[in-house]
């Protein structure tokens, strides 16, 4: 019999409570994988924000809109590139619940910007700016409603009217947007702009927010200044600033995300950690006299020290890949609903690496102190407890 033997019989000769602080430990890292999951992809925008690209909102709120005028003005400031527009649709598919992402946008001016990360086949483009009543969709969106190209699809606005009073527009699908790489989020719908402008009830001539590609990433923090002068005092100041911030400042309106993350899984993690490490010394204390009796036998005040370390992070794998393999399971059974929020929500990789690394700094934490006062224990006061 070898160490690890003596570890494992060790570790469940009370199953019950081997098994409880397992399954402790397996929900722990469960809510861990997923939490750090969902993060994780609800910040995918700022980590593939491209590092020249900036975005002109309205100085009150992103929300408020701004005049259609400044697109002309913008494009003619010293050191930007390219310019496009979008602006929100809040469209939604049957049901106010089925929210599609979706975009009025200038063809040309946008897949020219954004031609790094998405990638539609010139005659869906050429197709697409022929139809004005035409749209094109990511092929996440078309996968996940069995949309092609040609189909007719209805879109409902949770924000805009008709001039004819409804609430529906329909667009024909004129090609599928393709990402460059796997990060890329390609759930959404983008028609366009001249269209929609023609059509809706209220707001005309105005866009959500300016898109821009300067010449170089060093030239935005200039670039920024010199719009935001260009409209200071007038009805619709602008604030200017890069796309990583832009991503930053729409996810804060859902709450700061990063917080609540480290809040549950701290909570999670101090409770199994005082849990786990009473529960460690309750069963080295147990185990008191049988030191002893391996004292005497020869084994190390080292090599003692070793097994009960390998007993608590022999107990935390136990726990922590199980639950990271359930979180991966929760994920792909929530990745279609949260395609919305969270487009890229996986336990990925660098998630399970992360996992592991806190597995073994739980297991060193919870072992150390029991091990320690094992190692230093004498035979004659090991022998002498009942």
């Known amino acids: 019999m070898n160490d690890f033997d003596l570890v494992r019989k060790n570790l469940f000769r009370r199953k019950l409570r081997a098994i409880l602080m397992i399954v402790s430990i397996l ?39 701004l005049p259609i005028a400044y697109y002309n003005r913008v494009r003619a400031v010293e050191g930007v590139r390219q310019v496009t527009h979008a602006n929100w649709f809040g469209g939604y ?14 063809p040309a001016s946008y897949f020219d910007i954004y031609r790094s990360e998405v990638d539609l086949a010139p005659e869906a483009l050429q197709a697409f700016v022929r139809d004005r009543g035409s749209a094109v ?25 008709q001039k004819s009073g409804g609430h529906t527009w329909d667009f024909t699908i004129a090609g599928i947007v393709k990402g460059k790489a796997e990060h890329v989020d390609t759930n959404f719908l983008l028609f366009q702009y001249n269209y929609f402008d023609e059509t809706r009830s209220f707001g005309k001539d105005t866009i959500g927010w300016l898109i821009l590609q300067t010449t170089a990433p060093e030239n935005n923090d200039r670039v920024a200044k010199t719009i935001d002068a260009m409209f200071a005092n007038s009805s619709a100041e602008t604030s ?6 832009f991503g930053k400042a729409f996810a804060a309106q859902f709450g700061n995300i990063a917080l609540i993350v480290t809040l549950v899984v701290g ?48 107990l935390a794998l ?4 199980p639950g990271l393999a359930a979180a991966a399971l929760i994920a792909i059974a929530l990745r279609n609903s ?48 009942g």
Do not use: C
Request: hydrophobic residues 50%.
């Open 338 to 385: 949260l395609a919305n929020v969270a487009p890229a929500f996986s336990v990925s990789s660098e998630i399970v690496l992360q996992g592991i690394g806190l597995m073994l700094a739980l297991g060193l934490i919870t072992g150390l102190i029991p091990a320690v006062n094992a190692m230093r224990l004498k035979i004659a006061a090991a022998l002498g407890r």
């Open 267 to 314: 909570a999670a993690f101090v409770t199994i950690l005082m849990i786990v490490g009473n529960t460690m010394a309750l069963s080295i204390r147990e185990r008191t006299r049988e030191i002893g009796v391996l004292k005497t036998l020869g084994f190390s005040g080292p090599r003692i020290l070793g097994m009960v370390l390998g007993e608590s992070i022999l």
């Open 240 to 245: 200017t600033d890069t796309e990583k911030a």
């Open 137 to 161: 969709i990511g092929e996440s969106l078309a996968a996940k409603h069995g949309w092609k190209v040609g189909d007719r699809v209805p879109l409902q606005s949770n924000i805009f009217s």
């Open 318 to 321: 136990l726990g922590g890949l």
């Open 27 to 65: 929900v722990a890292f469960m809510i861990f994988g997923v939490l750090a999951g969902f993060y994780r992809a609800f910040n995918a925008g700022e980590d593939r924000a491209a590092a020249d690209r900036m975005m002109v909102v309205n100085k009150i709120n992103f929300t408020q809109p």
């Open 93 to 106: 598919y049957q049901d106010p619940k089925n929210i599609i992402i979706s975009l009025a946008i200038e």
